[in-house]
């Protein structure tokens, strides 16, 4: 089984650019999750996705971030205007709907994410 | 604002011996622990978790105690091996709450 992907690995932008980063999740996981760990500190939650639904979006910064998961499969998160303070590694997880909350989360690698 | 702290940002320990993994929290709501584990490049793994009714849970070599009075957990990991190497993290969560709040992670390094 294909664990949780995400594209690009890393990248690299000037202050004012837009990224977008993708995830797909392990086939079947309606639940999808971003989270964002900035200069080696904790891992933040940023949202929770049920299929094509946004469930909790509580962890977003500002409105300069938009994620979708249009069809309920792979999704997006968009970084438009990109400003310094966004460098981190973002990572997406997945889990099964199933037994509810305490489903293990499953990682992706992470997209590292530099903005110059 | 952060609810989940590893005070230790780094761990050395020889090989065959004990490493514990010390984790505090602040929200008393939470009643879900778990850690992960990374290593450089990947993303977290799922290692162990205890719910908040119990007090130990144990899986092999790595064992997971809960202090609720404390708010304190701890993971051990007996007898420590190279391929332990890695980041741990702490992470809790409330009932019927699908998002994690982590510390920021412990470098562990076992020595040969």
């Known amino acids: 089984e294909a664990g949780v992907t995400q594209f690009p690995s890393h990248s690299v932008i000037e202050k004012g650019q837009t990224v977008t980063l993708r995830c797909d999740p392990i086939s079947g996981h309606d639940n999808l999750y971003w989270y964002r760990r900035v200069m080696g500190k904790e891992i933040k939650f940023l949202l929770h996705?049920?299929?094509?639904?946004?469930q909790d979006e509580s962890g977003m910064p500002n409105n300069r971030f938009l994620a979708e998961r249009t069809g309920g499969t792979y999704s997006t998160l968009k970084v438009q205007p990109a400003e310094l303070e966004d460098s981190g590694v973002y990572f997406c997880?997945?889990?099964?709907w199933g037994a509810g909350p305490q489903e293990t989360q499953y990682f992706g690698p992470g997209t590292r994410l530099l903005v110059l | 604002d952060q609810q989940v702290k590893q005070n230790s940002p780094s761990l050395s320990v020889q090989e065959g011996r004990i490493s514990i993994l010390n984790c505090d929290y602040t929200?008393?709501?939470?009643?879900?622990f778990l850690w992960y584990k990374k290593y450089p490049a990947e993303g977290p793994t799922f290692l162990i978790s205890?719910?908040?009714?119990?007090d130990k849970n144990e899986d092999g070599r790595f064992t997971v105690f809960l202090n609720k009075s404390a708010k304190h957990l701890s993971l051990h990991i007996v007898p420590s091996q190279p391929g332990d190497s890695a980041v741990y993290f702490c992470a809790a969560s409330e009932s019927n709450d699908y998002k994690l709040s982590f510390g920021a992670g412990t470098t562990v390094t076992v020595r040969a």
């Open positions: 996705f049920v299929k094509e639904s946004k």
């Open positions: 929200n008393s709501m939470f009643d879900y």
């Open positions: 205890i719910s908040s009714i119990k």
């Open positions: 997880a997945s889990s099964h």
